[in-house]
DNA sequence: CGCAAAAACTAATATAATTAGTATTATAAC
DNA sequence: GTTATAATACTAATTATATTAGTTTTTGCG
C-alpha cells in the first residue's frame, strides 16, 4: 500500500535520530527531515504525529536503546566494577549519539506509559548494581539518584562544552567514579559525620 | 531620547527572564515577549539583537546572579559546612529561576568572553570551597568537575521531572553531598582502590 | 524654537508547522 | 485479471514565527 518512496515509521524516526546526532537537536525540523528523506513536509504526517509525536517516538527509542547497553554493560560484573562499565557505557551512548541522549534526557514530566515504563527499566539497571554495594530499599533509591545525577551532570557538562580546560576528562571521569564508590562503600543510608552536619540545622 | 514605553535593553532582558521563569524556556518568543511588553515584536530589535542576543544577555545574568549567590553562601564558611550551603545555593538559585537555570546551563560552547570571564567566577567560588578540602592544582581542577556535575545533575534532573517516586528529595540531595564529601576527603587525586580496579585496564 | 537621533511603528519577507483536500498506486478481494 | 479500497504522497492554504526595511513620531539639547 505504500508509494514510491515508501516510508514508514522506522524509516522517519531513524532518519531524525541520524538529523539530530550530526546537526544538533534544534535542527531537527519537518522540513529538513522531508529534504533528507526526498519527501515533502505533508508527507511526514502519515507515519508520525508532528514534531512532538516525533519526539516522543524518538525518546522511546533512546532510553530503550541505553537500557540495553547498560543491561550488556553490567552483565557478569558486581561492585566497583559493575559500576564503573555501567557508567562508561552511559558516557559511551551520549558520545555516540549526543542529539538522542540530549532529546532523551530533557523532560520525563509529559511522559506517556510507554517511556516510563523504559524509563524505569534503565532505573532498574542502576539498583541492580548497588545492589552489590548492599544497597536496598530507600537508600538504593536514594543512591540511584544520585548514580544518575553525577553521570547525567557530567555527561551533559561534557556534551555542552562546560569542561573548556585543558584537561583530562577520562580522568574526571575516574575521580567522580571513585568519589561514587567511596560513598557507596562508606556512610550511605546514615550520615557520614553526625555530629557537625550542617544538614541537621 | 525615549519614545512612550520607554523600553531599555534592561528592561527587555528582566521581562525575557521573568516570561522564561514562568512560561518555560520553549516559549520564549519575540511576540510574546513583545506582548507583555505592550510593544510591536519589531521594537524589540531597538534594544536586543533578536532572539539569539536576548538569549545571551540572559545567560550572563543568570550565570552573575549564581556566582553572587554562591559567594554569599560560602562566606565564612569551610570544609563540608561551605559546601552544603554552595550546594544548596545552587540548588535554590534553580529552584527560584527555573527558566534562567536552564537557559544558562545550556551551552557554553560559543560563549562571548563577558560570558566567559562570568562562567570562570562561578569556577572560582568553587574552587575555594575546594581548597578547604585541601585540594590545589590538578586534583582540584578534577574536584571541580565532579562537584559541578553532580549539582548541575542532580538540579537538572530534578527540574525535568526526572525523580517520579514518592521519595523524598532533600534527603536525597543530603546524600549526594554527603557522597560528594566522602570523596573529597578520602582518596582525591589517587584511586582509591588501586589494585583491582577496573580503571586501570 | 528647531534639529538630530533614538525609538516605536507599519509593511513586507522568509521560514516553519500543520491541516484540508486531491490524486495515485499498491494490495486484496472477487 | 479486474476492480475496490485504503494507504500514501502530493499541492494548496493557513497560521505563527523571526527578522529587515523604511517611515513616523517624539524627545532632549543647542
Redesign the interface.
Known amino acids: 500500500m505504500a508509494r514510491r518512496p515508501g516510508l514508514t515509521e522506522d524509516v522517519v524516526v531513524n532518519a531524525a535520530i541520524e538529523l539530530v546526532n550530526t546537526q544538533g537537536v534544534e535542527q531537527l525540523t519537518v522540513a529538513a527531515l522531508a529534504q533528507k528523506l526526498a519527501v515533502r513536509p505533508p508527507s511526514l504526517y502519515n507515519h508520525v504525529r508532528g514534531l512532538d509525536g516525533l519526539r516522543q517516538a524518538m525518546v522511546l527509542r533512546g532510553l530503550r536503546a541505553l537500557t540495553a547497553k547498560m543491561q550488556t554493560a553490567v552483565m557478569g560484573r558486581a561492585g566497583?566494577?559493575a559500576l564503573?562499565?555501567l557508567a562508561q557505557a552511559y558516557r559511551a551512548f551520549a558520545a555516540e549519539q549526543p542529539g538522542l541522549y540530549a532529546l532523551t534526557?530533557?523532560?520525563?514530566?509529559n511522559a506517556d506509559p510507554e517511556a516510563?515504563a523504559a524509563?524505569q527499566a534503565a532505573i532498574d539497571v542502576v539498583l541492580a548494581v548497588l545492589h552489590g554495594y548492599g544497597l536496598e530499599g530507600?537508600a538504593a533509591?536514594?543512591?540511584t539518584?544520585?548514580l544518575?545525577?553525577?553521570?547525567?551532570?557530567?555527561v551533559?557538562?561534557e556534551m555542552?562544552?562546560?569542561?573548556?580546560?585543558p584537561?583530562s576528562l577520562d580522568?574526571?571521569f575516574?575521580?567522580?567514579?571513585?568519589?561514587?564508590?567511596?560513598?557507596?562503600r562508606?556512610?550511605?543510608g546514615q550520615?557520614?559525620?553526625p555530629d557537625?552536619?550542617?544538614?541537621q540545622q
Do not use: I, K, W, Y
Open positions: 566497583f566494577e564503573v562499565s534526557l530533557r523532560s520525563n514530566e516510563q524509563g530507600d533509591l536514594h543512591a539518584r544520585v544518575r545525577s553525577a553521570l547525567h551532570g557530567f551533559s557538562l555542552a562544552g562546560g569542561f573548556a580546560l584537561l580522568e574526571s575516574d575521580q567522580l567514579l571513585c568519589t561514587l564508590d567511596c560513598g557507596l562508606n556512610g550511605f550520615n557520614a559525620n557537625s552536619s550542617p544538614l
